[in-house]
């Protein structure tokens, strides 16, 4: 049973750019979470989704940043027009349909130049 | 101010030491509190998981304590190994919610 896949695990953009990171949760998992990780800092919160539906993104900057998990296929974190301040390694997060016990994934490093 | 503070931010060992790294929160209630261990470049993987009635939950060679009164936590590592350098994670959960709330993280470094 393959664990939680993040791709790519290396993102570099330019300034200006969008950037697109997925998630596959764990099989049989049908919640996903995103999170941020800035460098020294701890892991933030930032939006639970379930198949289809937006649980809570509150911690999801309101602009730029948007989050799907479609019926098929893995959960994407768009960040559109990227800044300096978007690097950060971005986790994501899948649990079962019942309890919140969450594995993580490999994460995706995002750099901005 | 950050709900989970941990101490030290880092700190180097000799490989066979022992080390003990803590926690402190401020969440309440809570429903759990989880030690996490993130390698280098990877995804952090849980260690122990401890219900607030719950005192001293081990893996192996970790242990981990819970004082509930003074809101405290610790991780204690036996015998470390070159595998231990690492950062390690408190993580403190409401009840029946999703929402973890992570301290910084202690980077442990084992040298030979």
């Known amino acids: 049973n393959a664990g939680v896949m993040q791709n790519p695990r290396h993102l570099v953009r330019r300034r200006g750019q969008e950037a697109r990171l997925r998630c596959s949760p764990m099989k049989g998992h049908s919640h996903v979470y995103w999170y941020r990780q800035l460098p020294e800092e701890g892991l933030k919160f930032m939006v639970y989704l379930q198949k289809e539906n937006i649980i809570d993104e509150s911690g999801m900057p309101k602009e730029r940043f948007s989050a799907e998990f479609p019926k098929e296929g893995p959960s994407i974190l768009r960040i559109q027009q990227v800044v300096r301040g978007d690097s950060a390694a971005y986790f994501c997060?899948?649990?079962?349909?019942?309890?919140?016990?969450?594995?993580f994934g490999p994460g995706t490093r995002l750099t901005v130049t | 101010k950050n709900q989970v503070e941990q101490s030290p931010q880092s700190l180097i060992i000799l490989e066979g030491k022992n080390c003990t790294l803590q926690c402190n929160y401020t969440v309440s209630p809570f429903s759990n509190l989880r030690w996490y261990k993130q390698d280098t470049g990877r995804g952090p993987v849980s260690l122990t998981i401890?219900?607030?009635?719950?005192n001293t939950k081990s893996n192996g060679r970790y242990t981990a304590t819970l004082d509930a009164d003074t809101k405290q936590s610790s991780l204690h590592i036996t015998a470390s190994q070159l595998s231990d350098s690492a950062s390690y994670i408190c993580v403190v959960s409401l009840p029946n919610d999703y929402k973890l709330s992570f301290g910084a993280g202690t980077t442990v470094t084992v040298r030979a």
């Open positions: 997060a899948s649990s079962p349909p019942v309890g919140y016990e969450q594995y």
């Open positions: 401890m219900t607030f009635s719950e």
